[in-house]
């Protein structure tokens, strides 16, 4: 178990993560710093097809029990071990979750993906995080734990808590770049060439920048317009929560967490976006896309309609993925008990998670979260 993993190290970590959204073949370097630095075996990147669990993209580092890992059984056989399907889609999103901790199991016996190549590695613990997920696929980042290695501790979570968000807002920036190589020369004609609306920003939201996609917007003044130079979108909300992150990437981008990113808009006609800020200023190669700005703002179609109040809450006040499900959960009338079985953690946990959403949004008792849920509404 690691003692304590400092927050300079966290933040060379998601500097490392956010150089793979401009060149993906830094995957490899980066999902390495991330589990040797906390105490796993080996770390796998990947996209897989629902309900068969065939890959559909897979990056893998480090050494693992044998080449067949990627037979249709053994891809079959993780989903099953987390419990299948169903239970894989009630797991939070940006979360990292212990195998042992979301089954209640010590031990494994049984399922062919364990007995063929988990145990027999010496693998004694799973950890994955959901970053991407729907009907069709799920997108996770896991990593596994040898037994010379020790259980994992609190301070390796609380790391894997910091790290999450970034790995969703990397995958999918990176998905709207089409998982290309973006050179420094030729990055102002890579976005030229998207269809989704991109901004270059300051850190003050001046505008440095705007694609074709975005430009075309802003003449429309749908979703977002320039206002004496600076970048606004639609609904107040959506701008304070864009600046507040364009302020973090200004100042610390590991302190972004999930502040710009997926936030929800909408165009007059109804159309679900989503925008998603990437940081500019640190990093190898980020900072010389461009000198004058602190981040990018993409603008993409969502795939789903924005979900209220959850979505708003989170905005407001910074709610992590875990703290917005117990939100809706408590609003929704269950208990912390009921909570935790459903989204497979313990209910010491949840009432941790419970106690931080009081601390963010001033409440003092569950009545009035349920409350503030039926307040909340952000009119587009």
């Not at 997920?133 to 990593?143: K, Q, Y």
């Not at 609904?235 to 304070?240: D, V, Y």
Request: aromatic residues 6%.
């Amino acid at each position: 178990m690691q003692d304590f993993v400092s927050a300079a190290r966290v933040s060379e970590l998601i500097g490392l993560l956010y150089d793979c959204a401009i060149d993906p073949q830094r995957w490899e370097p980066a999902l390495d710093a991330i589990y040797m630095e906390l105490g796993f075996i080996n770390a796998g990147l990947g996209i897989q097809a629902l309900p068969s669990g065939a890959p559909l993209l897979m990056v893998e580092r480090g050494p693992h029990p044998d080449a067949a890992i990627r037979t249709p059984e053994y891809l079959a056989g993780t989903l099953e071990i987390w419990g299948g399907v169903r239970r894989i889609m009630d797991y939070p999103m940006d979360e990292p979750i212990l195998l042992t901790q979301a089954t209640g199991r010590t031990s494994f016996a049984g399922f062919y993906a364990w007995d063929k190549f988990a145990e027999p590695a010496g693998l004694i613990d799973l950890m994955a995080i959901a970053f991407a997920r729907d009907a069709t696929m799920i997108g996770s980042v896991a990593m596994a734990r040898h037994a010379s290695q020790g259980p994992v501790g609190e301070p390796e979570m609380a790391a894997l808590r910091l790290i999450a968000p970034h790995i969703r807002r990397v995958v999918a920036i990176s998905r709207l770049l089409e998982l290309k190589t973006v050179e420094a020369a030729t990055f102002s004609g890579a976005l030229e060439s998207l269809s989704s609306g991109i901004v270059l920003v300051d850190e003050q939201l001046g505008v440095v920048h705007a694609n074709g996609a975005a430009a075309a917007m802003m003449e429309r003044g749908d979703p977002i317009r320039q206002v004496a130079g600076k970048l606004v979108f639609s609904h107040p909300l959506a701008t304070a929560a864009l600046a507040d992150a364009v302020a973090d990437c200004a100042d610390a981008e590991h302190d972004l967490g999930r502040r710009g990113l997926g936030v929800p808009l909408k165009r007059t006609n109804g159309e679900a976006l989503v925008a998603h800020v990437l940081p500019l200023r640190v990093g190898e190669i980020r900072p010389g896309l461009n000198a004058s700005a602190t981040a990018a703002i993409f603008i993409a179609a969502a795939a789903a309609q924005p979900q209220l109040p959850g979505d708003a809450l989170a905005l407001l006040y910074d709610l992590t993925p875990a703290e917005s499900r117990v939100f809706e959960s408590i609003a929704a009338g269950h208990a912390p008990a009921d909570i935790a079985s459903r989204l497979g953690v313990a209910t010491a946990t949840v009432k941790t998670h419970l106690l931080r959403v009081f601390q963010k949004t001033g409440c003092n008792r569950q009545a009035d979260l349920v409350k503030l849920a039926g307040s909340l509404v952000m009119p587009y």
